[in-house]
């Protein structure tokens, strides 16, 4: 997977291309460039703020020249446009893989759980005969997204420059940072297709904003004061928060007690943002020189 803008030292000397008579080829220059423009950029607005981050700054942070800087970007709204969207991209990669190993899980575990109950248990539990996708078990649902929101506090907090970056300055970029915000958010709104149905007269399309942007302004709150390494204790309050208007008090604070103590299928290894080169490793060695 390619790694989260600003995980990485851009001017890591280990990042740096080769240069002498085996030259590495020019796509593969530019892809390094872009990724480092992307980490120095990235660094750069959250240490001044977009409005005081200059290209002259980004440039300095990534290690690469002006000129390579106007071969990629035409701008620095630009620039970080395209820093933001490959970032929230492979962050929400991370949170459908997430998504898609718990709904993988949550159909052997509501059967097992299943098994043996009365039939008004079973009903209030959200578990009826149906499989997850159709939305009938409540406790799959629940799983899968208790098991999103721990991957997206974690990956966030392990990297505080991209969360400062795409949570807050994002708001500085202008109308252009906000409508790619709003897309973003949008694509929330597939980890709620298996919910349980919406009370009768209640918009769920609206429902689900509302509690997408409610959850969002809670990560913007922690961020912008400066708390990012406290996002992973958030996880009990937003699981409850996002689980109750879907699934009713009672299973949303099962969910949220299940994260709280780290059971089931919450009991994750910390996840953090990759950090593994998504150019191959060829080219990447000599010291600290400017592209």
Known sequence: MATLPGARDARDPQRAIKRGPSRVPREQVAATQRDRLYDGLVRTVAEHGYANASVSDICRASGVTRPAFYEHFESKQGAFL???RHGTDVLFA???NAFAASVAEGREVAGRETEGCEVEDREADGCGAGDLESGDCLRGWTRATRSVLAVLLDVLASVPAFATAAIVEIDAVGPEGRRARAERLRDFEAFFAVAPATPAGVDRDELVGSVVSGAYGTLYRYIADG?????????PAL???VVAPFAGPRAAARAAA???AGSGAGDHQRSVAPCVPAQAEAGVGAAGAKD
Do not use: N, W
């Open 239 to 241: 699981v409850y928060f």
């Open 227 to 235: 708390r990012i390494a406290e996002l992973p204790g958030l996880l």
């Open 94 to 96: 991370m949170l459908r």
């Open 258 to 260: 299940e994260a709280a």
């Open 82 to 84: 395209a820093a933001y």
